[in-house]
């Protein structure tokens, strides 16, 4: 007898769950309660009003899996906490929740490992093994809240890997987890990081979904950028810097142009200048950036830097909107990429 392939079901929308419903003979209202259930992370008989009978017909023909907690790590300074997920086939992905005043906030991962190669960056060191499903990335949400009992309002894409790399199931995922019936998280609550894949970008714009793009820049011109970025080759900051301005015509979303601080490299008042000028040049309307000092990885042998007061100051003085990055979880190794780097290196 052939096997049959499961319905993956978290990674479906109500739409799609109702077929199946309708296909084992129920009425379509029990898609609503399904399809409420499994996003608060209950199946099988916790799915209180959904009959014993169709609990049991669903679990023939869907699996329902959540990503596994296998590290849990919870900062003393601030309450931040690094979960290291476990996934069905053994590999490993990571996520940060963090407390705000405007609510509590997701870091969430978009693939296992990543391709993108950026000199700095620990989730690349090797390589990508494979994209994560839409309900990978919701369940890293879903374990979330079940593990900390708190409503997650927002959520950022900068975990592992490269969402725009992964862009069908990215897609699908910020329409799942917006969904009414389901976690009901806000577009606007969402950003989605990207190191600047422009063609994607562009695709982006037409998809009609209200969310902040954040671009990781990192550079003031094309020798330093594609110095420590390999995307830069193919796609040079000129051609990035125009796809962001169309984004922003296309979706009135200001965009947040995320920035690195490496000593030595990008940091000096100068680059502050010429920072400055490109964007003034290449993006008509209003933008934000973000500085974030390097979270040093030990394997890159970058340092941090020591002038990001004066580099973000000097931003401001010549009218660009710019903040430091609050550094949370600090004493847990909370930048992405090094829990599942570590965990790898002890096995
Ligand atoms: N691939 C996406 C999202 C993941 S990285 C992207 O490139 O944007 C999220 C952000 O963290 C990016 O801006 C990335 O460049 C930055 N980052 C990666 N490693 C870092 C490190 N060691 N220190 C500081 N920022 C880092």
């Known amino acids: 007898m052939m096997e049959n392939i499961k319905y993956d079901i978290l990674s479906l929308t109500q739409g799609e769950v109702e077929k199946i419903v309708l296909e ?3 009425p379509k209202f029990r898609a609503k309660q399904i399809f409420g259930w499994i996003n608060k992370g209950m199946w099988g ?3 209180k009003n959904v009959p014993a009978l169709l609990q049991k017909k669903l679990e ?3 699996e329902f899996r959540l990503p596994k907690v ?34 509590n906030t997701l870091c969430i991962s978009s693939q296992v490992g990543c391709r993108m190669g950026c000199k700095f960056c620990a989730s690349t060191l090797l ?3 494979r994209d994560l499903t839409p309900s990978e990335m919701l369940g890293q949400i879903i374990a979330a809240e079940k593990d900390t009992g ?4 927002n959520v950022v894409m900068m975990g592992i890997g490269e969402p725009l790399d992964n862009y069908d199931n990215t897609i699908k995922f910020l329409r799942l987890v917006s969904a009414d019936e389901g976690l009901n998280i806000g577009l606007r609550h969402i950003s989605v990081s990207t190191c600047g894949l422009v063609d994607k970008i562009d695709r982006l714009a037409e998809e009609g979904l209200p969310i902040t793009l954040s671009v990781s820049l990192h550079a003031y011109d094309n ?15 000129e051609q990035l810097l125009n796809a962001c301005d169309r984004y922003f015509k296309r979706t009135g979303r200001r965009i947040s142009f ?5 000593g030595g490299k990008n940091d000096t008042v100068e680059g502050a200048c010429r920072l400055a000028s490109i964007l003034k040049k290449y993006i008509h309307g209003t933008c934000h950036v973000n500085l974030i000092p390097l979270n040093e990885v030990e394997e890159t042998r970058l340092e941090t830097s020591r002038n990001v007061n004066n580099f973000k100051n000097k931003l401001v003085s010549l009218g660009i909107n710019a903040t430091v990055r609050r550094r949370l979880g600090s004493d847990i190794n909370a930048s992405c990429g090094q829990l599942r780097r570590q965990e790898k290196r002890d096995e």
Request: hydrophobic share 35%; aromatic share 10%; with cysteine.
């Open 223 to 237: 020798e330093v950028r594609s110095g420590i970025m390999p995307v830069n080759n193919k796609y040079p900051i």
């Open 70 to 103: 296998k590290r849990r790590l919870v900062s003393q300074l601030d309450g931040t906490v690094k979960y290291l997920f476990e996934l069905i086939d053994g590999e490993y992905i990571e996520s940060v929740f963090m407390r705000y005043e405007h609510g």
């Open 24 to 26: 084992l003979g129920e």
């Open 150 to 153: 708190e409503r997650i309002s």
């Open 258 to 262: 995320e920035y690195t601080l490496i």
């Open 45 to 47: 008989a916790e799915m």
């Open 60 to 62: 023939d023909v869907c």
């Open 127 to 129: 390589g990508r093994v």
